[in-house]
């Protein structure tokens, strides 16, 4: 495995951090107080959202998870840089963009 080369790795002090503002379903495993979580129409329960959009969990005084330690398991399979985090900021970037599909990894 190579390491990321520095002008590759991610600024996320100046990103929109994208990724705190998707869809995070939450699985039967995943311990996330109540107060944090929400459920959608389809039965699904997710992280909550503020008004603005962002994950509830989102210390934005810090721009940090408050609950990293025990953060939901997609949280922490998500990948800095990777493929998904890319595509994730490049359908955001665009203005077009109707959606980012979403790839479930095991």
């Given at each position: 495995m190579s390491a990321i080369p520095a002008s590759e790795l991610p600024l996320c002090a100046s990103c929109d951090a994208v990724c705190c503002r998707l869809t995070v379903v939450l699985q039967p495993e995943d311990r996330i107080p109540a107060h944090l979580t929400e459920h959608?129409?389809?039965g699904l329960?997710?992280?909550a959202?503020?008004?603005e959009g962002w994950?509830?969990?989102i210390d934005a005084a810090r721009m940090c998870c408050s609950i990293y330690d025990t953060r939901p398991d997609?949280?922490?399979r998500f990948v800095m840089l990777g493929p998904y985090c890319r595509a994730v900021r490049t359908e955001y970037l665009d203005s077009t963009s109707r959606g980012i599909p979403l790839t479930l990894y095991s």
């Open positions: 959608t129409p389809a329960t997710v992280m959202r503020d008004a994950c509830v969990a997609v949280c922490r």
